[in-house]
C-alpha cells in the first residue's frame, strides 16, 4: 500500500479538502501512474454533490486522467516506465460478458463496468479518482497517450473526447453530413473539433451566440442561438445527426425536429431530472432518440491516436488544486473555456 495526497469530497456536497488516500500495491499486472494533470467534469460535481443518486464518500472526483508510468508488475506487456498514459471512466469490468469481448466494456453486463471513482473495485475497495498524486490500474484499462498531445490538453479527452468521438463514429460522422453539437462546453467543444476533423459540416447549437467566435474558430461551420425561437423554424428538417452535450433537460420535441428523415438525436448529457416526450415526434419521420456513454477501451485509445492525427487537444484552462472549489462553482456558471485541468503537482 502507498500514501498519496489527494483532494476528497468527505460528504455529498461539502467542499472538497486536502486528504491522503491509500492505493493498493501493484499487482502482476497493475500500472503505477505519476499523475501529472487531472481534469474536472461535470460529472465530478454531479458525484460529489449525489445529484445522481447515493455516492461513497469520502470521495476523489476525477476521470480524466493523464500521466507517467512509474512502476509496472511483472506480467505487464503493454507499458513501460516512463510512458505517457490516460485513464479515462473505468478502471475494471467483468471482462467475460459479451460487451467486454466486444471492446464495450463501458455497457458491462457483468456487473457492471467499475467506475474510476465513487465505485467498488474487486477487491471491495472503495476506487478513488485522478484529483490525486498516484493511481495502480490494471494495465487492460490504461490506454497510451501518442506523443502528438500535450499531457494537460490530452487529460479531458479521456472522458469529453471519447464522450463525443464514440457518437460521431458510430452515427457516421464525416463528409456529406450535417451535424449538430447542442452546447459549446467541456463536451460540446471537443464535438466540435471533432466532427470537423472527421469531415463534417457542424453546427452549434447554444443558448445564446455569446460564444459564436469560439465556436467558429474550433471548426464549426454555423452557429445559432437556441433562445431563438426562428433557429428552430429555419433549421427545420437539417441535421442527419445531433449530439446533445447539456446536462440540462431540454425541450426534446423542439430538438428532434431538427433532424432530417431518419436522423438521429444522441444524447450524451445527463440531467439530473427525467424529460417527457411526445412520441409522435421520433414515429414522424422515422427518427431515433438515442444515447451514447463514453467509449470502450479500444474506441478510446483510437480516439487518441485519431487527436494526435488532426493535431487535436481540449481548450484548458490549469488550475491549481486549491482552486477546485472555485472550479466547481464556475463550471455551473458555465464560466470555463472549455474544460478546468488541476496541475496535480499542486496538490
Known amino acids: 500500500m502507498t500514501t498519496v495526497a489527494a483532494y476528497a469530497a468527505p460528504a455529498a456536497k461539502a467542499p472538497l479538502e486536502r486528504t491522503t488516500i491509500e492505493r493498493r500495491s501493484v499487482g502482476e499486472f497493475d500500472v503505477l501512474i505519476d499523475i501529472k494533470f487531472a481534469g474536472i467534469c461535470h460529472s465530478d460535481i454531479h458525484q460529489a454533490r449525489e445529484g445522481w443518486g447515493e455516492a461513497i464518500f469520502p470521495m476523489v472526483p476525477g476521470h480524466e486522467i493523464a500521466g507517467v508510468v512509474s512502476e509496472v508488475g511483472s506480467g505487464v506487456t503493454r507499458f513501460a516506465v516512463g510512458d505517457r498514459v490516460g485513464v479515462g471512466c473505468m478502471v475494471d469490468s467483468c471482462r467475460e460478458c459479451d460487451n467486454c469481448r466486444a471492446g464495450l466494456e463501458q455497457y458491462c453486463t457483468g456487473g457492471g463496468m467499475v467506475g474510476t471513482y465513487n465505485a467498488v473495485g474487486r477487491d471491495g475497495e472503495p476506487t478513488y479518482g485522478g484529483y490525486s498524486q498516484k493511481i495502480v490500474v490494471d494495465e487492460n484499462y490504461v490506454v497510451r497517450i501518442p506523443e502528438g498531445i500535450a499531457l494537460d490538453e490530452a487529460a479531458p ?67 445559432y442561438a437556441t433562445s431563438d425561437p426562428k433557429t428552430f423554424e429555419e433549421l427545420a428538417g437539417t441535421f442527419d445527426l445531433i449530439v446533445s452535450t447539456v446536462s440540462a433537460p431540454l425541450d426534446f420535441g423542439a430538438y428532434l425536429s431538427l433532424l432530417t428523415t431518419q436522423g438521429t438525436l444522441a444524447n450524451v448529457g445527463a440531467p439530473e431530472e427525467p424529460i417527457s416526450l411526445n412520441l409522435f415526434s421520433v414515429i414522424g419521420g422515422g427518427k431515433s432518440l438515442a444515447g451514447s456513454m463514453i467509449g470502450g477501451i479500444a474506441e478510446t485509445q483510437e480516439m487518441l491516436d485519431f487527436c494526435a492525427e488532426h493535431g487535436i487537444g481540449a481548450e484548458i484552462e490549469l488550475i491549481a488544486a486549491s482552486e477546485i472549489n472555485d472550479a466547481y462553482e464556475r463550471v455551473l456558471a458555465s464560466d470555463v473555456r472549455y474544460r478546468f485541468v488541476i496541475d496535480t503537482a499542486t496538490i
Open 157 to 223: 479527452l479521456l472522458c469529453a473526447g471519447i464522450t463525443l468521438y464514440s457518437p460521431l463514429k458510430r452515427w457516421n460522422a464525416g463528409p456529406g453530413k450535417k451535424v449538430a453539437i447542442v452546447g459549446l462546453g467541456g463536451l460540446g467543444h471537443m464535438g466540435v473539433k471533432i466532427a470537423h476533423a472527421m469531415g463534417a459540416e457542424v453546427t452549434v447549437l447554444s443558448q445564446s451566440l455569446r460564444k459564436k467566435d469560439d465556436g467558429l474558430k474550433l471548426g464549426a461551420d454555423h452557429y
